[in-house]
Antibody, heavy 121, light 107 residues
């Protein structure tokens, strides 16, 4: 059974950093690209970043480019989202999602439960 | 960026009904579209990928169609557990983009 468990969310002040982790199990981790998607309270879904199965290719939404870094450790079956220079508008539930193929430009087939990030002074 | 426009934004229906939700892309995305269901307070769940292929374990009352710029999600014989919000997402180009969502409510 595919499981994706996010951690690392919490309350942080504007301008500070936070690192989210996504522990994966139930599939061959290195065979799947991974994505991060967020959802602000009461709003729709917003794609944030994606990373290929090897980790060699990364992609970002313009709203986070230059501030967030997506990475993965295939030996630990874990994906990460390093969030720097956080803004109030980054407050959201962050979902880790598994893509169905190696390439990040592939449909998501499984989603994690999400972790809440609140940016506030 | 590719804009994804869903309609309607909300919809009321009864158990047993057939409903259709539409998603329009601002440019040709071939069939690179996924439909996603989200219930209140829960994680999203992918239902259909490549516009018309059913994700494993998803009931056959869900179906998707379309290609290019116009897509539809159809749910036949609505069940109580189907009342949720539905999103479309394109994966043809970066940045990957979502539709605004369609909230399906019980009439």
């Amino acid at each position: 059974e595919v499981q994706l468990l996010e951690s690392g969310g919490g309350l942080v002040q504007p301008g500070r950093s936070l690192r989210l982790s996504c522990a994966a199990s139930g599939f061959t981790f290195s065979y799947s690209a991974m994505s991060w998607v967020r959802q602000a309270p009461g709003k729709g879904l917003e794609w944030v970043a994606g990373i290929s199965g090897s980790g060699g290719a990364t992609y970002y939404a313009d709203s986070v480019k230059g501030r967030f870094i997506v990475s993965r450790d295939n030996s630990k079956n874990t994906a990460y989202l390093q969030m720097n220079s956080l803004r109030v508008e980054d407050s959201a539930v962050y979902y880790c999602a598994k893509n169905s193929k190696l390439a990040a430009r592939a449909p998501v087939d499984y989603w994690g439960l999400g972790t809440l990030v609140t940016v506030s002074s | 960026d590719i804009q994804m426009t869903q309609s309607p934004s909300s919809l009321s229906a009864s158990v047993g009904d057939r409903v259709t939700i539409t998603c329009r892309a601002s440019q040709d995305i071939n069939n690179y579209l996924v439909w996603i269901q989200q219930k209140p307070g829960k994680a999203p769940k992918s239902l259909i990928y490549d516009a018309s292929s059913l994700q494993s374990g998803v009931p056959s009352r869900f179906s998707g169609s379309g290609s290019g710029t116009q897509f539809t999600l159809t749910i036949t014989n609505l069940q109580p557990e189907d009342f949720a919000t539905y999103f479309c997402q394109q994966y043809h180009n970066y940045p990957l983009t979502f539709g605004g969502g369609t909230k399906l409510e019980i009439k």
